[in-house]
């Protein structure tokens, strides 16, 4: 069975760093694209980007390039999402997903989420 | 970036009705369109790719037609448990883009 396991809910104050991981299994971890997808409260779901755990190949949505870190350590199944700086607007659910291929591919099995808040 | 539409952005149905939903892409996108469907707190399940294809154990009251720029998502039948926020995606070129979502409510 697929699965994608999300690290825990985080409470940090804005300036402050942080990294949320997505351990997958069921699967050849290597052989997939994991994509990160934001959904801040009340609101829909933004595609942020992708990485390619096999050679840690990034792919970054215009609207996240230069605000967040995507990563991947293929010897224990896990994908990262890191912030060097918090922000207020940062606070939302952050899914990874596993995305068949980059482009003209479906996002087929997704983490449960990782809820992020960032306040004073 | 390839923009997409969904209409409406929120409906009222009674069991048993069938609804349908639609989404348009600003470009054509042939049929790389995905359908999801979210429940509060909980992340998104994949119902329809390519368009028509049905995910594995997906309820076959689900389906999904179109291709080019013009796709709906059908409901045959509503029941109980499909009140949620329904999204299209398309994944024909990154970013991939998300429609702005169609929350299905109890009439």
């Known amino acids: 069975e697929v699965q994608l396991v999300q690290s825990g809910a985080e409470v940090k104050k804005p300036g402050e760093s942080l990294k949320i991981s997505c351990e997958g299994s069921?699967?050849?971890?290597?052989?997939?694209?994991i994509a990160w997808v934001r959904q801040m409260p009340g609101r829909g779901l933004e595609w942020m980007g992708i990485?390619?755990?096999?050679?840690?190949?990034?792919r970054y949505s215009p609207s996240f390039q230069g605000q967040v870190t995507m990563s991947a350590d293929k010897s224990i199944n896990t994908a990262y999402l890191q912030w060097s700086s918090l922000k207020a607007s940062d606070t939302a659910m952050y899914y990874c997903?596993?995305?068949?291929?980059?482009?003209?591919?479906?996002?087929?099995?997704w983490g449960q989420g990782t809820l992020v808040t960032v306040s004073s | 970036d390839i923009q997409m539409t969904q209409s409406p952005s929120s409906l009222s149905a009674s069991v048993g009705d069938r609804v349908t939903i639609t989404c348009r892409a600003s470009q054509s996108i042939s049929n790389y369109l995905s359908w999801y469907q979210q429940k509060p707190g909980i992340a998104p399940k994949l119902l329809i790719y390519a368009a028509s294809s049905l995910q594995s154990g997906v309820p076959s009251r689900f389906s999904g037609s179109g291709s080019g720029t013009d796709f709906t998502l059908t409901i045959s039948s509503l029941q109980p448990e499909d009140f949620a926020t329904f999204y299209c995606q398309q994944s024909y070129s990154i970013p991939l883009t998300f429609g702005g979502g169609t929350k299905v409510e109890i009439k």
């Open positions: 997903a596993r995305q068949r291929g980059l482009e003209m591919a479906t996002v087929d099995y």
């Open positions: 069921g699967y050849i971890f290597t052989s997939f694209w």
């Open positions: 990485i390619y755990p096999d050679d840690s190949d990034v």
